[in-house]
C-alpha cells in the first residue's frame, strides 16, 4: 500500500496568504494547482504507459495521488467519488473499486475534515489538514523524466521552471520589439564593422581624426579605435 506523508505546498502557494481579504486568493490559486495537477497526472500516465493504463505496482500510487488533488478542488465533498470514479476509469480501470476506496480513504478522511473546518498543527502552525505535495516529490515518485516535465501543465522541476521563464522573458522581449541576444549582438557587429569601413574611408580621402569623429557623431578615441583595430 502506498503511504505519503508530505504536507508542504508546493512553490507559489507554499505559505498560507495571511493578509486580510486574500484568502480567497489562495484558495482559487489551490484548486487551480490542484485541477492542473490532475490533468497533468493523466499526461504522465498516458505518456509512461499508453492507452493500457497504470500497470501492477503503480497503480496505487496514482490513484492516491489523484484522491490529493480531487480532495483539493471539489467544491462539495459529495463530489469526490463521482471524480475519483471518472480518474479510477482513466487511470486504473482494472483496479476493483473497493481497492480504490481503501487506498484512498485517508486523503478522503482529511478532506471531510478540511470541509468540516478543522485544522492540524504543522511547525507551529495550524493549517488545511489536506496533504499538499512539492513537484520534486511527485516527479521522483512517479518517475517523471525531463521529457514528461515539458509536456505538463505544472509538474516539472527547477531545470524546466527556469526553462519556461527564459521563453517567457524572450517572448516578452520580442513582443517589445526586442530582438533576441544572438540577433542583437550580429547587428551590433554588423553596425561596428560599418564604422570602421566608413572610418577607414574618410581617413583615406585624407581627413583628420577629429573631422572624421565630427562627421560621424563620435568620439575621436573612438575613431582611431576604428582606424586602428585589426
Not at 497503480?59 to 484522491?67: L, Q, V, W
Amino acid at each position: 500500500c502506498f503511504c505519503c506523508f508530505f504536507f508542504q505546498a508546493e512553490d507559489g502557494i507554499r505559505d498560507l496568504v495571511r493578509s486580510r481579504g486574500l484568502g480567497d486568493v489562495y484558495k482559487r490559486q489551490s484548486e487551480g494547482l490542484a485541477l492542473a495537477r490532475l490533468k497533468d497526472l493523466e499526461i504522465i500516465a498516458d505518456d509512461r504507459f499508453g492507452p493500457m493504463g497504470v500497470p501492477q505496482g503503480e497503480r496505487d500510487k496514482y490513484i492516491f495521488y489523484a484522491s490529493i488533488f480531487i480532495a483539493q478542488f471539489i467544491k462539495n465533498p459529495l463530489q469526490f467519488y463521482p471524480e475519483l470514479r471518472a480518474m479510477h476509469q482513466k487511470l486504473t480501470p482494472s483496479l476493483p473499486w473497493n481497492e480504490i476506496q481503501s487506498s484512498t480513504s485517508t486523503a478522503y478522511r482529511k478532506m471531510l475534515d478540511a470541509f468540516a473546518g478543522k485544522k492540524v498543527e504543522y511547525k507551529g502552525r495550524m493549517i488545511d489538514p489536506r496533504y499538499k505535495l512539492k513537484n520534486q516529490t511527485i516527479i521522483e515518485q512517479l518517475q517523471i523524466t525531463p521529457g514528461i516535465e515539458r509536456k505538463c501543465i505544472t509538474i516539472y522541476g527547477r531545470e524546466e521552471r527556469k526553462r519556461r521563464q527564459q521563453r517567457q522573458k524572450e517572448r516578452a522581449r520580442r513582443e517589445q520589439g526586442v530582438p533576441e541576444r544572438k540577433v542583437y549582438i550580429l547587428k551590433r557587429h554588423e553596425e561596428l564593422q560599418a564604422n570602421i569601413e566608413k572610418a577607414r574611408g574618410l581617413r583615406a580621402e585624407g581627413k583628420k581624426v577629429k573631422d572624421i569623429a565630427l562627421e560621424m557623431d563620435k568620439s575621436a578615441k573612438t575613431i582611431e579605435s576604428y582606424l586602428y583595430q585589426r
